[in-house]
């Protein structure tokens, strides 16, 4: 089975940056499209990146536009999430996501077949 790691999270101030990571193990990472989301207490998990296979195509959230940034590496089986300016409503835990999109289905969380354990974003004012 696929399995997921995420790690980088933290606290941090507002105005700060993270850098999450997440490893891929048990099947080829190149042949997968993955996704970012996260998830706050209370709220349901939303949809925050994704990125394709190759690495030539980026989606974003509207609200992560010009601030995050998804990338991966196939060599090293691993896709980041840059996450710069943050503000306390980024606070969430953040969770990789590994699947195969089809149009705009990398905005809905049942194309991911595959989920890490998640990592947690704390942004302190």
């Known amino acids: 089975q696929v399995q997921l790691v995420e790690s980088g999270g933290g606290l941090v101030q507002a105005g700060e940056s993270l850098r999450l990571s997440c490893a891929l193990s048990?099947?080829?990472?190149?042949?997968?499209?993955m996704g970012w989301f996260r998830q706050a207490p209370g709220l349901e998990r939303e949809f925050v990146a994704a990125?394709?296979?190759?690495?030539?195509?980026?989606y974003y959230a509207d609200s992560m536009k010009g601030r995050f940034t998804i990338s991966r590496d196939n060599a090293k089986n691993t896709v980041y999430l840059q996450m710069n300016s943050l503000t306390p409503e980024d606070t969430a835990r953040y969770y990789c996501a590994a699947g195969y999109f089809v149009t705009t289905d990398w905005l809905r969380p049942t194309s991911y077949a595959y989920w890490g354990q998640g990592t947690q974003a704390t942004v302190s004012s």
């Open positions: 990125i394709n296979r190759n690495g030539g195509s980026t």
């Open positions: 048990g099947r080829t990472f190149r042949n997968f499209d």
